[in-house]
C-alpha cells in the first residue's frame, strides 16, 4: 500500500467566507477522522464542541477537541467532524471524510475517484 498527500480546505459551516488555507494531508484510511491545525481551524472561527480520545499510530493515547467543518478536497465536499490537531500532530485525511465525499481511493495512480453512494436495500410491498 502506498500513502499521498491532496490540498484539504475547512470551512465554516456557519460562515462560508472563513476558511482555512489549503493544506497538504495524508489521505489515511486508518484514521475515522480528519485532523487539521488547531490554529489553522480557530483561524476560520471553527469551533470546538467536544472532545474525544484518540490512540495513535504508535499506540499513545490523546485527547483532542472536535468541531464541524465543511471539508473540501479534490473538487469534493462534504460536511464532518474535524480533529483540533496539535503541534507535532499530523494532518489526516480520514476515512469517515472519504466516505462523505462518496470515493473509493485509488493508491496506485495516488487519487480519489468519485463512487456511487451505496442504498440501503428495501423490499416493496
Known sequence: MSSFKVAVICINPLD????????????DTGSELTWMPSELLAAAE??????ALFV???GEKV???IGYAII???????N???????QGDAVLLGVR?????????????HRLIARAS????????
Open 16 to 27: 462560508k467566507n472563513k476558511t482555512t488555507p489549503a493544506l497538504e494531508a495524508l489521505v
Open 46 to 51: 471553527i469551533t470546538p464542541v467536544k472532545k
Open 56 to 58: 495513535t499510530a504508535t
Open 63 to 65: 485527547q483532542r477537541e
Open 72 to 78: 473540501r478536497a479534490e473538487g469534493f465536499e462534504t
Open 80 to 86: 464532518d467532524e474535524v480533529v483540533f490537531a496539535k
Open 97 to 109: 471524510t472519504l466516505e462523505g465525499f462518496s470515493v473509493t481511493v485509488d493508491n496506485i495512480a
Open 118 to 125: 451505496l442504498a440501503a436495500s428495501f423490499r416493496r410491498i
